[in-house]
Structure formats: C-alpha cells, structure tokens
C-alpha cells in the first residue's frame, strides 16, 4: 500500500555496500587540509562516514549530541541541531502553516494513500521553514503519534490513530512515508514516533505503571509501533513518560533490544526521551537515586537524546561526565549514541553539498494543492453516524439554519500550527447555498453578572486589547454582557460582547483581552460557576482553583474558598437554547454544530472522567430537535462522545473531528451531498463511561477493552460509518481451499456492488476470529481494508493477501511466536459488528505442546492471575519482569504436563521486608491440593532474588494447572520442577 523501497536500501547500507551519493564528488577537507571522510558528497558507506567523524569528537563534544539543542563544533564544521518539531497535523509552533484534520480525523479516514500524502505536504513544509530559517524549524520531527486509542477518556486521545495496530501501523507507515520523503538515502524529515509504549493516561502519567502480559505487549502494543521503524520511515521512537512492569520507559532495554532489531539497520535508529522524561527517573519515579545513574541506564537501555532543561545541556552533559568517570558508562556506549544521531544527521544531508530538498522554501506553506488536501482529508474523514428518512443530503434549495456553540469556529488543539484562514460551518454552508438561505444562532446565553452587596454589574473595556473588569451601578448593556459557552460540566468560556475578547487573567486580575482560550495543562480562559447555599453563584478560576473576589469596585482572582468569594447573581440576557430553537424552527433544516474544546476538559495533562457533552448543549440538542424534524446534528470531537438521546432521537448525526481550516468546506460538501461521506469510526464509542474500567488498567484482554475483546454494546461500532449510497458484498472466495501451509499466502477476494444511485466511496473491511485455542483469542480481528469508489450500479473485486505468519500470536509457553493449527471464521463487513458473507479458513499450524514445568518458567509467563491483586514488576532495574504478589494472590500455569512426577520445585524470590511469607504450590485451584510449600526469607532487596525449595507430594498426571499462591508478600520470578 505504502512503498517501502527506503528499507532494501537502509539494509544494503547496513550490510556495508557503498552508496554514491554524488559520483565523484570531492570530500571536504578537515582544518589540516586532509579529506575528512564525512562531509562533501562523500560515496563512502554511511557508517564509515560517521564512524569518522566520532573518532575526531572529544568526549565533551561526544556528550553534547545526546541533548535536544546540540551546539556547533566549529572546528569540525558541524553545525547546531535540535530534535524536535512538531508535526502531528501540520507544522506546530512555527507560525503559518497549513493545518489538517486531528489525527483522530485522519484515522477516520482509513486511507494510507491519503495519510501519505498529508505526511508529504507537512514535510514538505518543515523543509521549506527550514532550509529559510535553519535554526527555528528543526528537521528531526516528533509525529505522528501512535498510542493505541483504547480508552476514550485518555486526554490525548486526539493524538492518536485507531484502537487496532493494523489500522494504525498502516496509517503511520503513511504519514512517516510521505513526512520522509521518496529519496531512497536522503530524509526529508526524521519522523519519531511517539510515545513508546503503552501510554494512554494522563493522570499520573509519569508514574503510571501499565502491566502488559507478555502476550499483549508483543501482540498489541508494540505493533502500532513496528511498521514505520521496520519499514525505515521513521528513525526512532519517543520513550513515553510512564512505566511499563515497574520500569520507566525512558530506561526501557525494548528501545534497543525490539526497536532496533525492527529496523532495516539498527546502528541508524535514534532514540529521543520525552520531554523532562530523563529528571523523572530520579523524581517522581525515584527508580535511580543519582542522575549520572539515571542518564547512563538510559543510554545503555537504547536512549540516544535526552530531551531536558530546553536549550541548557549543562544536567546531561554533567550526568553522562560523571557516569563515564564512575565506570558505569563506557565511551564505547557514549560512541555508539552519537552514532545513532549522527547517522539522522547524515541522512538529512547536513554534511553533504546538495540533497533532493534543497529547493523547497517557505513559499510551500498554504500552497494551493495544500489547501486542496486538507479540504480532502477533512471530506473523508467526516462519519455518518446516523442517517434516518434519508434527512442528508439537504436539498440546495432549502432554507438552513446553522446554529450551535461550534457553527462559527473552528478550533486548533495543542499541537497544531496556526492556519493562514479558518472556514467554519456556518461560511462553508453559506458560501455554498447563499446568505439569504442561512440563519444563525449560537445557542448560547448571554449574561449579566451583578455582584449582590453592591448590585454593581461586572463591566468590560471595548478596546481590542480590553481591560481590567471592573463593578459599575451605572446601566450599560454594551459593555455588561457576555456570552458564556460551556465546554465540561465545570468549564465555561466568557466572551465580552463589548470586544469580542475572551476574560482571561492577568496578574490576578480579570481581563476581556484573549483571542482565544489558550494555554498548557489549563487554559485561563475557563472557569466554573459554583452554586453556593444561598442561591448565589461563585466563580472559580480553573486553572489557579481561585476564586473571583471583589473589593473596592475592582475584581481579582485571589479567594482561598467560597466564603473569600464575590457572589453574583447571573442575570440571562438572552436564552441560547431558547432563540437556537426559534431559529431553527423557521428554516426547512436546521444544523446544528456542536462539541468539544480541544484545550478544555481533556487533552495532555488532562483525562475525561466521563463521555458526555455538558448539559447546556446536551438541552440544545433536545430543543433542536424537538424544534425541528430536519435536525441535523454535527458534532466535531477529540474523542467518542456519548450522545444516546441523539442517537434514540436526531434524525441524522455527522461527526468529525476538529478537522482544520477546511472544516466548513468540507462539511458542505458531505452535507449537501457533493460527495458522500465515507469516514468510518477508527475506535469504538461507549454508551457512557459507566462500567468502564480504570484508565490505568492496560490488561485490554481482561477488560474486555476495544473491539477485539469485546466491548459490549457500543453506542457505535469500531468502523462504523454510513453512505449516501448502499453497497453489496457476495461472490467471497478463499484460496487456498484445503488449508493455508507455512510460507504461503491465503488470498480473500469478494465483490462489491454499488447498489445505490450516488457515486460514492466504500471501506471495504476484512476480519477474522480464531475458533479454537490454547489461550483466549480476540473476538475478532482486523485483517485488511480496502477503500474503493464505485459509481452507481458499478462492481468491482476486491482481494486480500493474507500471509500465513500474521495468524500468528505470542506463546507463552516457549516465549515465542506461534501459528495454532486452527479453523479461522473469514468475514467482510462494514464494520466490527456488521458482516456480509463468511467463509471459514484452515490455517495448518502447530499444537503448542503441554506445559514443562522441568524448565524454567518465568512467572509472567503464567495463563492466569488474580489480576487485581498481584503486580507486574522490574526484576531488576535494568532488564526483565517478575511478579509482585501480595497475601493470597496467585498466578496459574495451564496444561502441564506432569507425567514424570517431579518431586521438588524451587521458586526464584525477592523479599526486602522481614517476618514471614511462604510460596504455595497447588492443583487445581488456588485453594486446590497442596503440592508443597516453601518459606520465603528477606533477600535484603527486591532486586536480590534467592532459590527457595520444597518438596513435591502427589504432582502427578497430565493437563493439569498448577497454582502459585502467596502467603504473605513477596517477589516471584520463576518456578521450577524437577
């Protein structure tokens, strides 16, 4: 789907083959005015070239490249380099650029081809604003983003592709191509993927430990990653702030053990720490209790950047002195990092005369077929969730009524650039039907607030700059009046009428000065209304938690609690839901527009405790609807969203994402049907939050978390998505028919027929579920997708190659993949739970054999625990996982064979604290027949493990599960019968 050429040639370099990169260019020459080796259009492999310029670095300057800012070395003509751009859906941070749908908005698209071409306009950008200013636009980007999407409560849920690896990986291969770049040698751009691995929560994120059995981690959430880096469009991954079994990501030994042995060749993967990620490790996680320990660890587990302090170098460099003077960090290892980084440098042409992307400037930035694309992407990702008595398309000769808290903006979230123009719904669909046919509304109230022990009224400056708010007793609406939008059920925005400005604060002051709400963690611009016993309202201050007080006539924001508080009396001027109703209500169709706030109510630093819209535009909805029977509801999202009375009541729903400055276009094109809507949903939405598990709970499996396990009852499917059109699947053939043999290739074809009477595209989906196993599989999995687009009456076959090694799964048992001898159920459907024709598919694997328990047997590797009493922790603080079990907690082995009676066992333990604790062993259930037992003595330390042994009585037969149980708490690495 996506070319993956760079990979033969990355593996070639890799192999040592020499690379012209500009026949019979001459090299530069060092200050000797000796050839140097490295820089000029040198033909030399890559690896000799950098490995030429390391043995010219001193150590000092060897330390400075494995910092975000690395300096200048003069005297060997590098120049300075940073890590670092942000690139999710455009440019971020850099000024104009153009901005595209959020990738949640790309991931609705489920169309690699376009993702690929997105990657390439926003590469395309990030060269031209560099190779213009070489210092403020850095080459190095850190996108796309491919946490899997499996809570959606998880604040940065916007940052993300899909819930499944298949979707993702393929969109991710798509956006690194294009962000990469066609030359099969040169980068455009260095994509890092962001953030390795299992991070999905914001609350305690840098605490956060996510426990991954080992069938999970390598099944699940280490394959969104493995596309990009084993293709060679990306050159490394971010290490996220959280822990993974008790160990740090930052210090994680997959960086170096999976990441690069992924990759087309390993010595040219670079590594980057998130940001503040390395000053954790002896913080909040206190994993080492020095940094110079902390920075060497991290180098030694695969980190190559450290990403600390901004621009200053001074921790790093100090840490990684004091760490090679101690003899806990080698020179070796400090040359090996430089090397990484050094090859990206190489590779983006830094020391070479000319590379394909020289001739990009900032004229690229909002080019036209920019424009063009981002309208595209914004068209295809828009989801038709529901579409009852064919309400859409509206009719060019209807009058409308656009109205909602979103019909006249359009948002940008964190991580986006600033776009040359925004088009919102309301411009879209005037520009589209004319002015005269266009009503509007907000559905929004607008206030007065008058303080009770003056009956002041709280007043605001008209100036475009505003002013400080200030009580006044005289009577002047102009200036006394705010539109107050709600964005969570304790989050309002309050827009002064007099300037249209935001109140904001400013040195504890309250002031109508701000564009737009902004800011990290909290935005200033938000603030709750708090109901306090006297009837009276309060307001508090989201993000200092003060309250607003008055004195003197002036107002500021310093109140501790309630009773420090001004109380107002909140006076509504003009009924939102009321007058967006009455518009409505006069229009032939009424569309309403509304939604979430990026900034506000989840996103990083913040989490969702819930799923629903707040309550003002939750009676919106309800008074739209009643209002109007052509209801059309529009709701743009980070996220899922709860909306069940909608789904019970509103005619037709759209959804998209906050979709960039070509929202409004392309939200007219779907809605008056110049193109049929064909996103489909990249993760499922709940009903409501209600039964869903901790957000830090990562045992998906157990949970029943995402399509694959499960999730009951959704309010909307995993790849769900309506048409305006209607489609056929028949004619599913499976070849071969007999059984699929190891090496081969199955192939699925199945015919689909546009049998509507629009031109419209389809997202043909292939799944699978396994019938019988050893372990618990899926419900069903995702096997491929194929968008095609199909005119009226039109047919075409659509085929499917399936490779017999993607049947496969992670086994416990022998720590290694497998492919089970096993009937698979075939399906094509339009979404997770919506399936045409079926076929069933022999797949002639292996039988995992019975358990033997006479090898060493990790205790993570066990088939069952009694999950919410034991941990998953670092066996040591470098390398492996054990067990943490508490009183009574146990982990089961299933199907041991236990034919040669073994008659002792000895368990691997860890203990720091004193008393007592005993490790049981038992059949059949944790309270089952006991086998033996053995004490478990302090080891000192939970990183010093001891053998305890005892003997076996009665551990005979066969399939039978042995139980490890504890008494008492202790650690429990590996169990062994002999």
């Given at each position: ?80 380099f940073r890590t670092g751009t942000e690139a999710l859906h455009g440019v971020s ?478 006076e509504r001027r003009r009924n939102g839901v009321q007058d967006a109703a009455r ?88 809605l008056f049907g110049d193109v049929s809507p064909s996103g489909r949903l990249p ?296």
């Amino acid at each position: 789907m996506v070319d993956t050429s760079r990979r033969t040639v990355l593996a070639a370099i890799s192999a040592g083959s020499a690379l012209s990169l500009n026949s019979g260019a001459a090299s530069a020459e060092t200050d000797d005015g000796t050839a140097n080796g490295w820089s000029g259009d040198s033909g030399e492999d890559v690896d000799e070239r950098v490995a030429a310029l390391v043995s010219r670095l001193t150590l000092d300057e060897k330390l400075t490249l494995l910092h975000q800012y690395q300096p200048p070395i003069p005297r060997l003509d590098m120049d300075a380099f940073r890590t670092g751009t942000e690139a999710l859906h455009g440019v971020s941070w850099l000024g104009e650029a153009t901005v595209f749908p959020q990738p949640i908005g790309l991931g609705s698209t489920w169309d690699p081809d376009l993702v690929e071409r997105v990657g390439s306009a926003v590469g395309d950008e990030v060269r031209g604003k560099h190779n213009v200013t070489p210092s403020a636009a850095g080459l190095n980007v850190w996108a796309p983003t491919v946490d899997p999407l499996r809570d959606p409560r998880a604040g940065r849920n916007e940052e993300g592709y899909s819930e499944d690896p298949l979707l993702s990986g393929e969109l991710a291969l798509g956006y690194t191509s294009g962000l990469s770049g066609d030359d099969p040698y040169y980068l455009k751009t260095a994509p890092s993927l962001k953030h390795f691995f299992a991070y999905n929560n914001e609350t305690d994120r840098t605490t956060t430990n996510a426990e991954l059995p080992p069938r999970l981690l390598h099944d699940y959430y280490l394959q969104f990653f493995r596309p990009p880096v084993e293709a060679g469009t990306a050159v490394g991954v971010m290490a996220s702030y959280n822990l993974v079994n008790g160990r740090p990501n930052t210090v994680s030994p997959l960086l170096d053990r999976v990441v690069r042995d992924w990759a087309p060749d390993g010595s040219a993967v670079m590594n980057v720490s998130d940001a503040w990620a390395p000053e954790t490790l002896t913080g909040a996680q206190a994993h080492f209790d020095t940094k110079a320990k902390a920075r060497a660890a991290a180098v030694v587990a695969g980190l190559d950047v450290f990403t600390e302090h901004g621009p200053d170098d001074t921790t790093t460099v100090e840490a990684l002195s004091e760490a090679v003077d101690r003899g806990i960090l080698s020179e070796n290892e400090i040359d090996a990092a430089v090397g990484h980084v050094l090859s990206v440098r190489f590779r983006l042409g830094e020391f070479d005369r000319e590379t394909p992307y020289d001739d990009l400037t900032d004229e690229v930035v909002g080019a036209r077929e920019h424009r063009e694309l981002a309208r595209k992407a914004a068209q295809e990702g828009t989801v038709l969730l529901k579409n009852d008595d064919g309400g859409l398309p509206i009719s060019d000769e209807r009058s409308v009524a656009v109205v909602g808290p979103l019909a006249d903006s359009v948002f940008t979230d964190w991580y986006s650039g600033t776009p040359p123009y925004r088009i919102t719904a309301e411009e879209g669909i005037r520009d589209r039907i004319g002015a005269d046919n266009v009503t509007t509304a907000q559905g929004i109230d607008r206030i007065a607030l008058q303080e009770i022990s003056s009956g002041s009224y709280v007043t605001a400056g008209v100036s475009p700059g505003g002013g400080g708010l200030y009580l006044s007793d005289q009577n002047a609406p102009g200036v006394q009046q705010f539109d107050a939008a709600q964005w969570s059920s304790d989050a309002w925005t309050l827009r002064a009428t007099g300037n249209n400005r935001y109140v904001t604060v400013e040195d504890g002051q309250l002031i109508n000065s701000a564009e737009k709400p902004y800011g990290w963690e909290e935005v200033a611009e938000a603030f709750e209304f708090v109901r306090l016993d006297d009837g009276s309202t309060a307001l508090r201050h989201r993000k200092t938690d003060a309250f607003v007080t008055a004195a003197d006539g002036g107002l500021a924001v310093d109140g501790e609690t309630e009773s420090d508080a001004a109380r107002f009396d909140v006076e509504r001027r003009r009924n939102g839901v009321q007058d967006a109703a009455r518009t409505a209500r006069d229009a032939d169709v009424a569309v309403l527009v509304v939604g979430t706030h990026p900034l506000i109510g989840a996103r990083e630093t913040h989490d969702r405790d819930d799923l629903d819209l707040p309550e003002s535009q939750r009676r919106l909805i309800e008074a739209v609807t009643s209002a109007n029977r052509r209801t059309v509801l529009v709701l743009q999202s980070s996220y899922p969203v709860a909306i069940n009375w909608a789904d019970r009541h509103t005619p037709s729903i759209l959804w998209t994402s906050h979709a960039g400055q070509e929202t409004g276009r392309a939200l007219a094109d779907v809605l008056f049907g110049d193109v049929s809507p064909s996103g489909r949903l990249p993760q499922t939405w709940p009903r409501s939050a209600d039964g869903l598990p901790d957000i830090k709970e990562y045992n998906i499996a157990r949970t029943g978390m995402t399509y694959r396990y499960g999730q009951e009852n959704p309010l909307y499917a995993f790849g769900h998505g309506l048409s305006y059109s209607s489609f056929r699947y028949d004619h599913l053939r499976i070849s071969p028919r007999s059984h699929l043999s190891p090496g081969e290739t199955a192939t699925v074809k199945v015919r689909v027929t546009n049998t509507g009477s629009m031109a419209a595209d389809d997202v043909v989906q292939l799944y699978s579920r396994q019938r019988r196993s050893r372990t618990r599989q899926p419900e069903q999995v995702l096997r491929g997708f194929e968008r095609v687009h199909l005119e009226p009456g039109e047919r075409t076959c659509i085929e499917f190659e399936l490779d017999y090694d993607e049947f496969s799964f992670w086994d416990v048992t022998r720590n290694r993949w497998v492919v089970e001898r096993a009937k698979h159920d075939v399906a094509i459907g339009s979404a997770s739970d919506d399936f045409g024709p079926r076929r069933t598919l022999r797949v002639d694997g292996e039988r995992i054999p019975q358990r033997d328990l006479s090898e060493e047997t990790r205790t993570v590797d066990a088939d069952d625990w009694s999950w919410s009493s034991i941990e998953l922790l670092d066996k040591s603080k470098a390398d492996g996982t054990t067990v943490g079990f508490s009183d009574g907690s146990w982990v089961a082995f299933e199907d041991v064979d236990l034919h040669d009676r073994p008659e002792e066992a000895a368990v691997s333990v860890a203990r720091a604290e004193g008393g007592s604790a005993t490790a049981e062993l038992r059949l059949g259930s944790p309270d089952g027949r006991l086998l033996g037992s053995a004490d478990v003595p302090s080891t000192g330390d939970v990183y010093e493990y001891e053998r305890v042994t005892t003997a076996l009585r009665g551990a005979t037969g066969g399939h039978r599960t042995v139980y490890l149980v504890a008494r008492g708490e202790f650690r429990a690495h590996t169990v062994q019968f002999d």
